[in-house]
Nanobody
Framework: VQLVESGVGLVQAGGSLRLSCAASRNIFSFSVVNWYRQAPGKELELVAGITRGGSTNYANSVKGQFTISSDKAKNTVYLQMNSLKPEDTAVYYC???????????WGQGTLVTVSS
């Protein structure tokens, strides 16, 4: 599966940004689609996930700030990020888990920079 992330890369603190993850196949074939991020010098962090059934989960650090959603007709998962802070600066990755075989796939990542 191919995953292509997109979204504007630079935003001021307090601003909003929506990331998109477009999959090359039907997102119903995934048990879950996740967004991860990796800030400079830090470990990879699971930010949000959405299951095939539509259940969502968020890291405590982004609850109430980020919203994950999906558009099954477009095979796309979104991450709406509001009230952005400089500490949200990171490379954001889309990740999927295959429903049948559990195969994990990753997008190429998209850099989000939040200026103060």
């Amino acid at each position: 599966v191919q995953l292509v992330e997109s979204g504007v890369g630079l935003v001021q603190a307090g601003g909003s940004l929506r990331l998109s993850c477009a999959a090359s196949r039907n997102i119903f074939s995934f048990s879950v689609v996740n967004w991860y991020r990796q800030a400079p010098g830090k470990e990879l962090e699971l930010v949000a996930g959405i299951t095939r059934g539509g259940s969502t989960n968020y890291a405590n650090s982004v609850k109430g700030q980020f919203t994950i959603s999906s558009d099954k007709a477009k095979n796309t998962v979104y991450l709406q990020m509001n009230s952005l802070k400089p500490e949200d600066t990171a490379v954001y990755y889309c990740n999927t888990q295959g429903l049948i075989d559990g195969t994990s796939s990753w997008g190429q990542g998209t850099l989000v920079t939040v200026s103060s």
